[in-house]
C-alpha cells in the first residue's frame, strides 16, 4: 500500500509540480540549440498569410544568430553588444528601439530560459507539464504595450512555437522544427557570434 501510495504522490508533483521554475530549468538545460523556423504573418485584409523560413542558432553565452532565407536573405545576430544585421559581409549595429530587437531579445529570453529577463518584460501565466506547456505573456511596459497585446508560447522539451499578437491587430506565428541540442558551432557560426 505504502509504494502505491508513494507512486501516485511522485505522479500527483509531477503533474502539478511543474511552474515557472520548473520551466525555467527545462529550457536553460542546453548550452546550444540549432533549429530551423517558419514564420506566418496574418495580416487583416489579406486572405493568405505571409511565410516565411530560415534557420537559427541560440548559444547560452554568445547570443542568438537569425537567418531569414525565404522570400529573401536577411541575417541578423543578437549579442552581449546588441542586435547587429548583415550588410555585404558587415555586421552593422541597429538602434536598440528598432522593433527586431524587442522581438530578438524576446526569443534570446525564451530559448535560453531567462526568466528573470521575461519577469521584467512580461507578466506570464504558465499551464500544462513539461511535455507539453503553454506560456502566456502579457506586457508590462509601456513601449511593449504598444507593440504586443499578448503573446502565446508553446513547447516540450523545447520552445517549439511562438504566437505575437500585435496592437495593430497582426498575428505573428513561429515555428521551430528540426531542433537539435549541444552540437558545437560551425566555423561560420562561431565567426558570425564573435564579438
Known amino acids: ?11 500527483a ?18 548550452q546550444r540549440i540549432h533549429g530551423q523556423f517558419s514564420q506566418s504573418r ?28 525565404q522570400p529573401w536573405q536577411l541575417n541578423l545576430r543578437l549579442t552581449a553588444q546588441g542586435l547587429a544585421q548583415q550588410q555585404d559581409g558587415q555586421w552593422l549595429s541597429l538602434n536598440a528601439q528598432h522593433a527586431s530587437s524587442h522581438t530578438s ?3 534570446l529570453a525564451l530559448l535560453r530560459g531567462d526568466r528573470a529577463e ?27 504595450k504598444q507593440i504586443f497585446t499578448r503573446i502565446e508560447v508553446r513547447g516540450g ?7 505575437l499578437h500585435d496592437t495593430s491587430g497582426e498575428h505573428t506565428r513561429l515555428t521551430f522544427s528540426a531542433q537539435h541540442t549541444d552540437q558545437p558551432l560551425s566555423p561560420q557560426e562561431a565567426l558570425d557570434l564573435a564579438p
Open 105 to 107: 531579445r524576446l526569443f
Open 157 to 163: 522539451a523545447l520552445l517549439e512555437q511562438i504566437d
Open 13 to 30: 508533483s509531477h503533474a502539478w509540480g511543474f511552474d515557472l521554475a520548473a520551466l525555467e530549468q527545462q529550457l536553460a538545460h542546453h
Open 118 to 144: 521575461l519577469d521584467k518584460l512580461f507578466d506570464s501565466q504558465l499551464s500544462g507539464s513539461s511535455a507539453q506547456w503553454q506560456l502566456t505573456l502579457q506586457p508590462k511596459s509601456l513601449l511593449l
Open 1 to 11: 500500500m505504502r509504494a502505491v501510495c508513494f507512486a501516485l504522490a511522485l505522479l
Open 42 to 69: 496574418f495580416i487583416p485584409g489579406l486572405a493568405a498569410p505571409l511565410q516565411s523560413h530560415g534557420r537559427f542558432v541560440m548559444d547560452r553565452q554568445q547570443g542568438l544568430l537569425w537567418q531569414l532565407a
